[in-house]
């Protein structure tokens, strides 16, 4: 049985707000071993919105409807799906009891507790829209239909407590997808690509994907099994071989995210780490300060974006800026050095260069950055990029470029 | 005709990427007075694809597609183009030449160049696939597709550079939707909702919109007209009521960020900036370094994560760190007023809060952050924020409530 996801509202449809719904009902289900088929967004129209479900209820399918459970004007699903499921809309005395016993007697709740007739209710106790299960042997013999609300709150709450068990009661389960990701850093598609084919060969119960990210390529192992045990028998010699093949490129992480690796390195290490940032201007300690429990490691970053900063702060001498300029390997050592010492950390990174538009040469062009990195008892490992593109996207490489720098260069100098 | 956007991915589909391409193309076309009518995602399965794609192109529809054209194993889009426009795939020499010019002999060049015969090409300057458009006048009369690539950075530039104009020469236009977009601070939908009602009834051919972002609120001015001049006219006085109406709260910058206003002002002004950031730990210092431009005022920042980096650094006094604590108003002035010092700027802000989720107190719990801003001339402004959520939001309230006060103190006491 397909499962298909259908968004309803204009908001989605146009852009101003992201379904991230869909992302989430679908990772959930994914967790649980259900895989979707298609996602759908549709406007607050309900012609176009019964044609979609109509559509997606003969396709032999578990049709799950989120948004449009409203009392306002623009909220067309329970009239919809009234219609397509060919019966009346009524008012249900128990949902009305429900909603009141949580919010009291709100304007909308007679509203709210008219369902279609025949629905099963799947509770909301996060908002007055209840979820509605649907089926019509006759119509659809082959489908059904759980309609949530559009709000993320009420729906994540109701997927987790109530679609999911529910999925579990009414839909056979045997042989379901599991997925194996592994991430890696400096690498292509191409790196990989051959690798993988021989793998499909080799193996032909498995399917590979490969999902290349801004710094980071992961690697999904995909097979059907019957639990996680007999998943992990089925693609542990593929995993391996890939591991070993690439093995300095691969980082382990939850999140697939190169900043998190190095986040839960230097906890794990327990190394002080310190920064000392031009063009990244404060977004490469941001990253690390995203993640809960930074401060037990990082100490923090002087932004030195003006020169004079670079001198009165991070002590460049006025003699290595004026001769090598500010965006050069002798400017970042200095930088590295003095935020170390600054700050006290074991470990440090600086990085200083030419994000563009404007402000590059014919010498040291947009996208030329040098940067540095610290480790006490270790000589200073430097290198200079280039990238092309605009702001955003070789500021985004070059925080990605040396993390990765970072991370190899931490797995080969640190003692296990 | 409709528009139907099919997004091609399993990571998509599984929902381990959010469909934000979707969401970016529906905006820009909706800008651009086009007005999508569907979104799908399918996953990298050719069967799925080619009858979601075959299902579309019946619907008399402009199909736009994104992912699903490189050249790995797993990207099937040009395959099944092919056979859905019954046409083959061949070698094409121009292409050929134009990724060689762009990303010299790469290892996939052969297979990028391989696209279904009679296809008109939309070069992609940032990446190796090549957008598509195609049309088969025998099988779908009505309808035409355009391919383009899933990695965002490239679609986006080519959504931009070469969609929009190909939809502009492709589709006809009479009376087209405009929209005029103004944003607010501070304020919540319930203030401004009865005055979009109000609007309405007074100027029928105006449709409002209210989207709430984080920190920000924008209001769409909504309405058809032949060209922009006409467009204008119509909401010339609608636009003036409000704006009079909010004043205070009315700010101006093309991306309807606050961070871009405060960049704006600062340029246009002239005023140096520093930044001494704790909890925020760079994060708000990148927000204006992601401008081009912001070296000519912006200084730097001194994120002071650890308390020693706050006394050695900043020279907060040990005294009042301990008596006061770090997370304080007394903190962040000591912040604000010397991280201005040192960085010789007429303009700071300082912030140190708990963005959690530990770390918190009974007297100052998660969510609590303080802040101030200095202003050469001026007396210290201080204040303390209370925020609840899961730390990404926390920090983005943060920064949002900082640019919000900052730019709202500026306009007070800055001459204008």
């Known amino acids: 049985m397909n499962i298909e996801l259908i968004a309803i509202g204009d908001e989605v449809l146009y852009g101003m707000v992201v379904n991230s719904n869909a992302a989430f009902i679908s990772q959930a289900l994914f967790e649980a071993g259900f ?5 759908s967004t549709v406007g607050d129209d309900p012609v176009a919105l019964r044609k979609a479900l109509h559509a997606a209820l003969l396709r032999k399918s578990c049709v799950i409807t989120t948004g449009g459970l409203g009392p306002t004007c623009d909220d067309h699903t329970r009239v919809a799906l009234a219609e397509i499921f060919n019966v009346p809309l009524k008012h249900n005395s128990e949902v009305h009891a429900y909603i009141k016993s949580i919010f009291g007697n709100t304007k909308c709740i007679d509203n709210q507790a008219t369902v279609p007739v025949g ?8 908002g007055t829209a209840s979820g509605l299960y649907l089926r019509n042997e006759t119509l659809y013999p082959e489908s059904f239909l759980i309609a ?12 987790k407590t109530q679609l999911i068990p529910y999925l579990n009661a009414k839909l056979p389960v045997g ?15 191409v790196d990989v690509d051959h690798h ?30 019957q639990d996680e045990e007999e998943f992990l028998q089925i693609v542990q010699t593929a995993k391996d071989k890939l591991s070993d093949k690439f093995r300095v490129h691969l980082f382990d992480s939850p999140s697939g995210r190169l900043d998190e690796a190095v986040h839960l390195y230097f906890l794990e290490k327990k190394i002080s780490f310190a920064l000392a940032e031009s063009c990244t201007g404060g977004s490469l300690a941001g990253r690390f300060c995203a993640y809960s429990g930074a401060s037990s490691y990082f100490k923090g970053s002087i932004v030195a ?10 002590h460049v001498s006025e003699k290595t800026l004026e001769s090598k300029g500010a965006v050069s390997i002798e400017v970042t050592e200095e930088m590295a050095k003095n935020v170390a010492k600054a700050m006290s950390a074991r470990c440090s990174v600086a990085v200083s260069g030419i994000l563009g538009p404007t402000g590059g040469t014919d010498d040291k062009p947009v996208g030329t950055i040098c940067a540095s990195i610290y480790l006490e008892g270790h ?8 990238f092309t593109g605009n702001r955003e996207i070789i500021l985004e490489k070059t925080i990605q470029n040396i993390l990765a720098e970072l991370l190899t260069f931490l797995f080969k100098n640190v003692a296990n």
Do not use: D
């Open 175 to 189: 042989k379901r997808l599991f997925v194996l990701p592994l991430h890696f850093m400096k690498l292509c598609e």
């Open 35 to 39: 895989v979707v088929s298609r996602h």
């Open 148 to 159: 949530l609300p559009g709000v993320p709150s009420e729906m994540k709450e109701m997927v």
């Open 305 to 314: 974006y003006a020169n004079e900063v670079k001198k009165a702060l991070l």
């Open 119 to 126: 629905a099963e209710i799947l509770s909301n106790p996060l």
């Open 379 to 386: 000589p200073l490992h430097s290198w200079q990029m280039k």
């Open 196 to 225: 993988l084919h021989e793998i499909e060969k080799e193996f032909p119960e498995i399917n590979c994907g490969i999902y290349p990210g801004m710094g980071v390529l992961s690697v999904h192992l995909k097979a059907m099994a």
